[in-house]
């Protein structure tokens, strides 16, 4: 036990913790998302957000910018961003509906049992990190620098970098954006729609398919602007680098509620934080086993997680 | 439905029916046979003498692994299956998803690992043990303790249902894992505890039974102990245990109303499954000669599960041949592709090098199988006949809605 | 019915058939002595030439190639091949490899297994079957005290290289404020022990990371908040080089360094030209790059790319056992006893090759070199002195 480290550091752990708990959160939402409506935990969206990286990786690459740049002026820097969210968000986005139209869309078809839901998303989850595997020939891939690495400001001991203080205002942003789209939007009526009873959905005249497809489309572009982010933060991306991510932003979701938005919002921002602060307590190498014991402990008196399972009746 | 024939022309070879048409004595000759040709199964000279045309110099058996041993591959196979049969008994009796069976697993060698290597810290540092145990007497100890641990965990967690007892079984197995690797003070993380003792038995010119060059033996022991595993559990399976499970699984609800006591129930399967992991742990460990925390992470348990429901949920063959194919296909396919010449890289435009190593291919293939049996046989590819007819059911209660 | 169990016992009778023919042809083919004879004598090289850590090991599987290449060119008649077994650094793996090795009667020296974790796996078969290795780069102490008869190692060990890091920050980077990061493996306690051992009290911190974590945010307040003025990480590149990125990017403008695991190309590439410099790496071996001899330029040729990590170093390896050939050595045993009394120079790396009875290089010959990070590329190489 350290309390000095987590004393002194704990504005700058409160930091590091929310940035990387927005990664966390926008990958939760897609998982979040898939299960409110299909009850299915989409095993293969760490993949989805793992091309996301890439895609932002490659972006780059054909603007000129690997990870021997120099860094680039703050306006293009901007730009190179921009470019990166957009390319990353319809890259993951295209992969997510894919996967779903491959996968997923013959066993709904054929009214598979849940099981079989997830062992095929074990195998496209597979299949899409081993062929990303090949085609990088399992090498670790270093992301240009991009954002400038001095802090915005500085209070005392407490630093702010651009990258957290973006990561952040952009997670945030694309939450509330959601939130909006799925409570007072045609489409995202239809979400809530499907949902709360998949079947008198369809009888009323929601297209269920559709649904579905925009479902797992909105999950990938969220796991893009995901991408992005942690390309920017931790500074490299391989192929295999999708699972932990994934694991820890579905926990994510399970502790703020799988299924209800705004829990993968708190699930991931709380999950950020407590691995920071654990990570400075009892050192970095605990931070999972500090993750899952949280979770365990919440899931053994909230046995739905902090805000309780409600895509269906998530209307503000 | 009423239009639907009442009797469908039947299609495939319908093994199963056959051979439960077939006399009681050639039934049984049939199993003796059958289960005398699995232990042949590592010998070489059994493939060099199949008869299939073998191109010449090619150094191709057909069915052999020879890009690793074969008796190798078959003990992970081995262990593998009876990881399988235990995760069976959770998943496919009772319905519980377990994501980190493979805990149970580590739980079990490190028990044979601490009690019987002479390195081991319970000897050198804290002198709570005078000399290493023999692995026989370990064994017992390590299967008590996976049970144990199966209770221990399933006793707060039983009551969450479906996909969340699917995460906190997943942190349980990542929290042993990493418990494992972080502290020096008893499993000596990464460094791990060499020399762990083999199980016991000399040749008649005094070399040991399980060396380390011969793989044979282990696969031998394992088999032997998969088809004790086996009728233990299809007693159970076929006991008022065993109903009770196929209760839970198909309505907890209504079984829990019609008497059943549906947590002791659960508790049980989860316990069972617990310690056949545990064994597959020992036996392993009785081979290993080393164990470290990096055996056992988290994908382990997901080749596990996917052994299981390929194989075909609660279903006993299911689960054998489920745990044979996740480990003996990727194998296979790499063997096969390293005699044929396969490329191991193409160049793609000069931009992109593309790896095509067998080695780096096969999970790609192997993903994609898991994807096409669930879209074609959703049910596995040797289904409990039972637990088909229920699919059958569900897939006509409820028409498609798309 | 009849016919049909006529049927199935006809099955059953050809099964038994089979199974016993293959039983007694196993026999017979254990009774044929296995002579060996002097062509298609094969060497393997043992180690991860796929996965994260390949980086660290291909260079030396270049090297041993181009030994091998040379010396079939220059005895007419030889045909020496060198089989890879690509362990992908997992002692998992290690075992299945290893035995699929020795059952090869014509592999009959091993160069590798390249890391430690798989050695504790693999040399104990190795061992059974008399199969002799050298390895290039499993520096673990404690694997000479196994009694493997077989093992040698062509390197100085962690207790050579840990201390010279130790010398290094106190002697030439005058560092009084260490940080120490290591990766829990057992390469990263291994080094991390000794480097703490020397520098004492100029320790200001320590934390530890684990394989495959890519957020060090944590770490990175840790280090700035104790005022450090170097860290050193024990472990290897995939994990070191996000880490010492984001170190950067936190505004930490001290020394980094680490051992061989660090060592590879990799790790310039993914951290950037602009974070790594003035990083510094150790390794138990000097600079491929300014081999002796025509090493560097035969390399060159054949590889299209400068020699790596160690690349020199199993050079020189794979000719000591084709040195063996040469001499008539043709047996695993007959190997194994001219490795006993080897006593020559390697042309690339200038070493003089002679064990000591445990395996270990002798001690005389052990050099620890400082490579610092200069515009992409490692530079600078620099011979440690000796404590």
Known sequence: MNFDDLIQGFPDLTTTGLAQGSVYALVALGYTLVYGVLRLINFAHSEVFMYGTFAALWTWGLMGYDSNSTRPSLGMALLLILVALVVAALFSGGVAVLLETVAYRPLRKRNAPPLAFLISAIGASFVLAEAMGALTERRQQGIPSILPSTPLFTAGGWTVTPVQLMTLVVALGVMFALDWFVSKTRFGRGIRAVAQDADTAALMGVNKGRVIALVFLLGGLLAGVAAVFYNLKQGNTRFNGGFLIGLKAFSAAVLGGIGNLRGALIGGLLLGLVEAYGAALFGSNWTNVIAFVVLLVLLMFRPTGLLGESLGRARA | ?402 | MRQRLARVLGGVAILALVAGGAAACKKEEATTPGGSTVSGLKIGFFGALTGDNAGLVTPGKNGAELAIAEYNAANPGADVQLVPFDSQGSPDKAAALATSAVADAKIIGIVGPAFSGESEVANPIFDQAGLPIITQSATRPSLNSKGWKIFHRGVGNDLSQGPAIGRYLKDVAKATKVFIVDDQSAYGTGLRDEVKKILGAAVVGQDKVTEKQQEFGPVVTAVKSSGADAVFYGGYTPEAAPFLKQLRAGGFKGTFIGGDGLYDANMLSVTGKADVEGAVVTCPCGPATAAKGNFVADFKAKFGTDPGVYADVAYDLTKVFLEGFKAGKTTRADLQAFLGTYNGVGSATGVTYKWEANGELDPAQVAVWAFTAKDGAWANATQIPKG
């Open chain 2, 1 to 402: 439905m009423t239009t639907e024939p009442i009797k469908q022309p039947r299609r495939g070879l319908h093994l199963g029916d056959r051979f439960r048409a077939l006399p009681k004595p050639a039934r049984i000759a049939a199993i003796v046979v059958g289960i005398a040709l699995l232990y042949v199964l590592p010998l070489k000279g059994f493939y060099e003498n199949l008869g299939f045309p073998i191109p010449v110099g090619s150094g191709y058996l057909p069915f052999y692994t020879t890009g690793s041993d074969m008796a190798n591959v078959l003990f992970q196979c081995g262990y593998y299956i009876l990881l399988a049969l235990g995760l069976n008994v959770v998943l496919g009796y009772a319905g519980l998803l377990d994501l980190g069976f493979f805990g149970f697993f580590a739980v079990g060698a490190y028990t044979v690992a601490l009690l019987t290597s002479p390195d081991s810290k319970l000897i050198t540092e804290y002198n709570w043990l005078e000399s290493p145990w023999p692995w026989l007497v370990t064994v017992p100890i390590g299967v008590s303790l996976a049970l144990l641990s199966g209770v221990l965990l399933g006793w707060p967690t039983l009551r969450l249902r479906g996909d969340y007892l699917a995460i906190v079984t997943l942190g349980f197995a990542e929290i042993i894992r990493i418990v494992a690797k972080n502290q020096d003070w008893i499993l000596n993380g990464d460094r791990g505890i060499p020399s762990v003792a083999h199980p016991p038995g000399t040749w008649s010119d005094g070399s040991p039974v399980f060396g380390i060059l011969d793989w044979s033996p282990y696969y031998w022991l394992v088999l032997t102990v998969i088809i004790a595993v086996i009728f233990l559990i299809r007693n159970l399976a076929n006991s008022r245990v065993g109903r009770a499970w196929i209760a839970i699984r198909e309505d907890e609800d209504a079984a829990e109303l019609m008497g059943v006591p549906t947590f002791k129930f659960k508790l049980w399967a989860f316990a069972i499954g617990a310690a056949v992991g545990g064994l597959s742990g020992t036996l392993w460990a009785g081979q290993a000669n080393f164990v470290n925390s990096a055996t056992f992470s988290l994908e382990n348990s997901i080749l596990v599960l996917a052994a299981v429901v390929l194989g075909g949920a609660g279903s006993i063959g299911g689960a054998i041949l489920g745990g044979f194919l996740v480990i003996y296909l990727p194998e296979w396919l790499r063997s096969v592709g390293d005699v044929f010449g396969w490329p191991h890289s193409v160049d793609v435009f000069g931009i992109f090098r593309l790896d095509t190593s067998p080695t780096s291919l096969r999970f790609i293939i192997f993903g994609a199988l898991l994807i096409v049996v669930m879209i074609y046989r959703p049910q596995g590819l040797w289904p409990n006949r039972r637990r088909a007819a229920e699919l059958k059911d569900r897939q006509k209660e409820v028409a498609p809605v798309e």
